[in-house]
């Protein structure tokens, strides 16, 4: 049994026009040392998967069906002081803006002992040096300084690099990370992936890796769960994912990228957008949007199929997998003139 | 290839020094006045070509932005000028203006707040006419909104809605067809696409390079995605601290990059094909706007600055069809490849 398992997981939110479904039939299990990427656009679902695991999911939404086992609890069962023995201790979070996730009148010392304290019984000395040796591992320059610096002394990439530090206070199994590095720029990106990707590593830890960015799935994660209008898709292994997507979607997204496209040419775009969540079309939810849809697709949601690594969602996938022969998202990628 | 617009030594300083009382300091027994800048561009020379689609890249802070609002208008520059077809834009009274906004218009980032959430699409559409085509008729009028929101791909039955009834792709097509709607000739579009999906952004994008075929326009597009001006742009400029780094045909950057910085930013572009995060790493952050650096504003963080990089700011010098401002790789310091 792997350390964490989500079983048909189901979020709903009551809103005033009726309870609206934001995640259903989720189901995906992680371990320690294993770096999961959950993508999609916006209103898919990816965060709200996230923070269901730790509970996170404040009213309206609730957790409507399914299980969150880890290490064999259930943690949509745990109250709020057996929830608090998981969260930070051994699940921690990362949320996407740095700027907003510090206390901006507290010195980061304070708030990394305060976290400590809150977990442990231990000394402000204590805490103080546990601090200094996490702000060590996530290679800040002159850590000792950093603990009596207030968050608006630091810079964007630096501040991220210290809400690394956090989540690793209580030395965690699992991180999972809502969009790290989307408020930071491209170099600073590439420098906080690199450290996640060596914190896994040396440290064995597991990571949920919430992104839109294709890119950096396919940099740091070894597993990819597509996600759309609150449902998985595909999921399989990254690479396959990336170069052999099967489902319409993941190779309509992977295709839109500028950097699939020949410069100059129009891009290979998707047409129309995600339903928002209160209308979902029957059947499958992408149907609108999709070239291969056909009469089973309006009708009935598909089930999962497997083809090669991967489970797919779609009505057509062994259709189009005989059709092509190999991977239609391949077809319009010429190489990208960077390749060295 | 004629230019259309020119940008010459172009400098901007924000004050944040405050009102007078916040700035007089008492220094050795005598009353000073304290001054204090932001210094968003040092010296910007930049033209862009008829009918082409100049990229300004770099990361947030170092002045493209305001590079774009200069040029339109909006931002009175502190140095320099900024040229319409051989013609100075940035001293005209509001009055003098008014011609040449007809002819350049801007699109903005964030589609959500660019929009006036009390008008209907139609009346958004209809504001630019008359001020700028005052002598349109009614019908006229009608019929050039309906035809460009065809062309951006907005039915125009929808005319009479309002902007939170479309998604955030709808309304940035809606952006794009209020900018379209006086036919101008250039095009600033500052982040246009940062604020959508992936599947939302390559039909903007796609739509904005139509536009582009079929009316001739020339854009100045701003952007901190790579990868979209490796798609879009026929020339990239590269911003560092309110100074150009470089400038290139897409290719040739994408290709070879030069510049130290310029390498460092492409390097950092995560690519499907790569199997970990690969990039040069730079040392130190951004040093502030408020205090430059002397000498080349890059100086602390590149890996080949030596002490003419750390007094003597680099000029922009022609190297083939690159213009570029390093003395590492004037004296070809920098090892090719």
């Known amino acids: 049994m792997a350390l964490l398992e989500i079983h048909d997981l189901e979020v709903k939110f009551a809103l005033r026009s009726g309870p609206v479904t934001a995640l259903r039939d989720i189901s995906f299990s992680l371990d320690r040392g294993q770096r999961l990427g959950i993508v999609g656009e916006s209103g898919a679902g990816k965060s709200v998967a996230a923070f269901s695991i730790l509970n996170l999911i404040s009213r309206p939404g609730y957790i409507s069906k399914g299980k969150i086992l880890f290490d064999g609890n259930d943690l949509a069962q745990l109250n709020p002081s057996q929830l608090r023995n998981v969260r930070g201790n051994r699940i921690s979070m990362i949320f996407q803006d740095p700027m907003m996730t510090l206390n901006p009148v507290l010195t980061v010392g304070a708030q990394m002992v305060e976290s400590l304290q809150a977990h442990t019984r231990i000394s402000r000395q204590e805490a103080r040096k546990i601090a200094l040796e996490k702000l060590r591992l996530v290679h800040i320059p002159s850590p000792e300084k950093r603990l009596d610096q207030y968050p608006h002394e630091l810079s964007g990439g630096m501040k991220q690099r210290i809400i690394i530090a956090i989540a690793l206070l209580l030395n965690p199994d699992i991180i999972i990370a809502d969009e790290p590095t989307t408020a930071l720029d491209v170099t600073i990106q590439a420098e906080i992936m690199d450290l996640l990707l060596e914190l896994c590593e040396d440290r064995n830890l597991g990571l949920i890796l919430i992104t839109h960015d294709l890119g950096v799935v396919s940099q740091v994660t070894e597993r990819t769960i597509v996600m759309y209008a609150g449902r998985i898709i595909e999921m399989g292994p990254t690479k396959e994912i990336i170069n052999d997507a099967q489902h319409p979607y993941t190779q309509g997204l992977i295709n839109a990228l500028p950097q699939q496209g020949i410069p100059g040419r129009r891009l290979n775009q998707i047409p129309g957008s995600m339903p928002p969540l209160q209308q979902l079309p029957n059947g499958c939810a992408f149907h609108p949007r999709c070239a291969y849809a056909k009469a089973a697709c309006k009708e009935q949601i598909p089930a999962f199929t497997q083809s090669g690594g991967c489970q797919v969602a779609c009505h057509m996938v062994a259709e189009l997998v005989n059709q092509a022969g190999k991977s239609p998202a391949l077809e319009n990628s010429p190489s990208t003139g960077q390749d060295s | ?337």
């Not at chain 2, 774009?68 to 208008?73: D, E, N, P």
């Open chain 2, 1 to 337: 290839m004629s230019t259309l617009v020119e940008i010459r030594n172009l400098h901007k300083r924000f004050p944040i020094h405050g009102d007078l009382l916040d700035r007089i300091r008492l220094k050795g027994g005598r009353l000073e006045l304290r001054e204090e800048n932001v210094h968003a561009i040092n010296g910007v020379d930049l033209t862009v070509n008829k009918g082409e689609a100049l990229c300004i890249v770099g990361e947030s802070g170092c002045g493209k932005s305001t590079v774009a609002r200069t040029v339109m208008g909006l931002i009175e520059p502190s140095e320099g000028s900024v040229h319409y077809q051989g013609q100075r834009i940035d001293n005209l009274s509001p009055r003098e203006m008014m011609s040449y906004r007809r002819r350049m218009q801007m699109i903005f980032q964030n589609p959500y707040a660019s929009l006036n959430p009390r008008m209907s699409i139609t009346e958004t559409l209809e504001e630019p006419i008359r001020f700028h085509q005052s002598d349109l008729g009614k019908a006229e009028m009608k019929d050039k909104v309906a035809e460009v929101m065809q062309a951006v791909g907005v039915d125009p039955s929808w005319g009479k809605r309002f902007p939170h009834e479309f998604s955030g792709g709808q309304r940035q097509r809606i952006s794009i067809a209020r900018a379209l709607i006086v036919d101008p000739e250039f095009i600033v579009a500052d982040e246009p696409i940062s604020a959508l999906d992936v599947s939302i952004q390559a039909q903007v994008l796609n739509l904005m390079m139509d536009a582009q075929e079929q009316r001739g326009l020339t854009y100045l597009f701003i952007t901190h995605d790579l990868s979209v001006v490796e798609h879009f742009g026929a020339r990239v400029a590269v911003m560092y601290l309110g100074r150009i780094c470089e400038v290139a045909p897409t290719r040739t950057l994408f290709a070879q990059p030069r510049h130290p910085y310029s390498q460092a930013l492409l390097s950092a572009i995560p690519r499907l094909e790569d199997e970990r995060p690969r990039f040069i790493r730079l040392q130190g952050e951004v040093p502030t706007p408020v205090n430059l650096p002397s000498g080349c504003v890059f100086h602390g963080r590149c890996p080949h600055a030596n002490d003419r990089c750390r007094n003597e700011i680099p000029a922009l010098r022609q190297v083939d069809d690159v213009q570029i401002s390093c003395h590492a790789v004037e004296e070809n310091r920098i090892a090719s490849g």
